[in-house]
């Protein structure tokens, strides 16, 4: 017996709660990762003082960013599941076996959660990113203010305004999606394979979760932080800059290291978090269904 899908409300509330937990409990380590990616400098840009500069943007766009990223996923996995299974069939293994066509569903259904969540999660991250590195007085609101002055200023628009909020966009899309096509099938992988080993059918307890998504987490931050180095330096960069310009002045200027700035922070940070992120979730998830069965 295959355990019980989510329904569209536990994966609203159970992804909100998650997203809420994760970011305000790690975001130290953020800021620390941030400041050592930044082309300025780690000190310059405020070294170990003000690490919570830029949380009331965390505390805006996590919940909501979490939320659309479940709500998304859950949907899209149940509904390519339905179809890609019933091309691959791998015979009669009742939900409980992970095949490359769950694969395939995971990653498909992880990267439209995060296209809708970079929609809520990109403006948010360019005010956290900017406060974190002490741009505009080094508080979210400063920064906000400074990107919404855009607006009155001459020759401004509405348009300039969104662009600034989304500066990053690509960038951000390029990372996060394939950070999340090699999380999320690792972590279903294990959730499968802890659901196989009891052999009870009931999913994965909150404990199994948190522990298989730090161990995703890592391998999917380690192989990804050159990206994130990429989206870093975008967000922070005084104009407008494409990120082929950005990624050829790195390698000319400063050579392979930089690419890999604050790994062992990102790589701590979402390890961690990818265990209180899929712990929480799954716990929420596990106790409404115990509710409502």
Excluded at 29 to 54: C, V
Excluded at 203 to 213: H, P, Q, T
Excluded at 238 to 255: H, I, P
């Amino acid at each position: 017996m295959a355990p019980q899908q989510p329904s569209f409300q536990s994966a609203l509330l159970a992804g909100a709660l998650a997203g809420a937990t994760v970011d305000l409990s790690l975001f130290p380590l953020d800021t620390l990762k941030t400041r050592l990616q930044s082309s300025a400098g780690f000190f310059p840009s405020g070294g170990f003082s003000g690490i919570y500069r830029g949380i009331g943007s965390a505390l805006v766009g996590s919940a909501p960013g979490a939320a659309f990223f479940f709500c998304t996923y859950e949907t899209a996995k149940s509904f390519f599941g339905q179809r890609i299974r019933g091309s691959h069939s791998s015979g009669n293994d009742n939900g409980r076996t992970w095949v490359p066509a769950d694969a395939l569903t995971h990653m498909l259904a992880s990267s439209l959660g995060e296209i809708a969540a970079c929609s809520v999660r990109v403006p948010t991250e360019v005010v956290k990113q900017r406060a974190q590195a002490g741009h505009h007085g080094g508080s979210s609101a400063q920064a906000l203010g400074h990107i919404l002055s855009r607006y009155s200023a001459p020759g401004g628009s509405l348009a300039a305004v969104w662009r600034e909020l989304y500066r990053g966009w690509g960038i951000t899309i390029f990372r996060e999606v394939p950070f999340t096509v090699i999380q999320f099938p690792l972590w279903e992988g294990m959730k499968a394979w802890g659901r196989k080993r009891r052999g009870d059918g009931k999913d994965v307890s909150a404990g199994e979760s948190a522990l298989y998504g730090s161990l995703a987490g890592g391998v999917a931050a380690a192989s990804t932080t050159p990206l994130d180095v990429l989206k870093t330096r975008v967000m922070l960069s005084k104009e407008r800059v494409s990120v082929g310009e950005v990624f050829r002045r790195m390698a000319r200027d400063e050579g392979v290291r930089p690419f890999f700035a604050g790994i062992a922070p990102r790589v701590t940070w979402i390890s961690i978090g990818g265990a209180i992120f899929l712990g929480s979730y799954q716990w929420v998830i596990n106790t409404m269904n115990s509710i409502s069965s």
